[in-house]
């Protein structure tokens, strides 16, 4: 893709429809998953911002978190590192009837940490040697094991981290490291390119997803997921609701003996409508991108922020705008 190509987003009627019919399709395979004794591995890797954590928490949202658990691992500590490389994420591995999906994994050693320098040139040969051995074995011992790298492009990139940057609610997501894949691009591109080299094997080859549109790479790696596995629809055992038995003379505790969290829902409704609007919320400075990306993308512009006289229609509008679920540049529901 050219920076100066463009993918149509996808329709929020379309996407949101397919979404909940690829999700229903994953609520099944987790049935299979869980009565076959299955196991099964999913890694997200990606460029910062590429949205690997949103489509996995599309991924995990009707799932069983006792089935289907996320693996977003810390830096190694002491300890950690003085053991074997991948001995920290095997400990995190599916038991039967599991699933994992790891935000990030083993990967680290090919991607941040030979770019930045955490790892002696020795480790990361070592890693690209024993890693497509590693994955074999996964694979022999029954495991299911997906890989999947989001693809995204520079512009696409530090929009979404522009974005992040302008909206409070997401600052978290961003950390100094982030943004030094802004000065290190073409670093990162050639890492990922000798990690292919050595790691895309026919036992646990790479899936590349494209994610200029969020929510097209959503629907895709989804629908790409399940297509991998030989699920089936589960016979369930039919549940009725039994009948309410008798009382058999139990008395509630009174109220006044029991501690209640004060009534914050009602107090709203005890509000003005114009108050009750969320509108007026107090506005928060933007920081600034490091110096080499601090101009915005050429034919973009940023966005007005609604102020909060705004009232009625225009006031909710205003208000959802806010919350994210409108801005078109690195928003993505």
Excluded at 128 to 142: D, N, S
Excluded at 272 to 291: E, I, M, V
Excluded at 296 to 306: E, I, K, L, N
Aim: include cysteine.
């Amino acid at each position: 893709m050219t920076k100066d190509e463009r993918v149509e987003r996808l329709p929020k009627k379309v996407y949101e429809a397919e979404l909940f019919r690829l999700q229903g399709e994953l609520v099944k395979m987790q049935e299979w998953v869980k009565v076959e004794g299955a196991r099964v591995v999913v890694v997200f890797e990606g460029r910062d911002a590429a949205g690997k954590g949103s489509t996995i928490k599309r991924v995990t949202e009707y799932l069983n978190p006792r089935i289907a658990r996320i693996a977003a691992l810390p830096a190694p500590t002491e300890r950690e590192r003085s053991q074997w490389y991948f001995h920290r994420y095997v400990e995190h591995f599916p038991a039967a009837g599991e699933i994992v999906l790891f935000d990030r994994s083993w990967y680290n050693r090919a991607g941040v940490e030979r770019v930045m320098g955490f790892c002696s040139k020795e480790e990361y040969m070592r890693f690209l040697h024993q890693c497509p051995i590693f994955e074999r074995l996964l694979v022999e011992e029954g495991i299911l094991l997906r890989k999947y790298w989001f693809s995204v492009s520079d512009r696409e990139q530090e929009e979404r981290f522009r974005s992040r940057l302008q909206d409070p609610m997401r600052r978290w997501k961003l950390s100094p490291m982030d943004l030094e894949s802004i000065s290190r691009w073409e670093e990162y591109s050639r890492a990922k390119d000798e990690m292919f080299l050595h790691t895309d094997i026919p036992e646990a080859p790479w899936h590349v997803v494209e994610s200029e549109d969020k929510r097209r790479a959503r629907l895709n790696m989804i629908a790409h997921l399940i297509s991998t596995i030989p699920y089936h629809e589960v016979q369930r055992v039919p549940l009725a609701l039994p009948p309410r038995p008798l009382s058999s003379g139990y008395r509630r505790t009174p109220r006044e003996m029991q501690t209640f969290v004060p009534d914050h829902a009602g107090s709203l409704m005890a509000r003005p409508a114009g108050a009750r609007s969320g509108s007026g919320a107090p506005s928060h400075p933007a920081a600034p991108l490091p110096q080499d990306a601090a101009s915005s993308p050429a034919g973009t512009s940023p966005r007005a922020v609604p102020t909060g006289k705004q009232s009625g229609k225009a006031g909710k509008k205003a208000s959802r705008k806010r919350g994210g679920k409108v801005d078109r540049v690195g928003q993505g529901r």
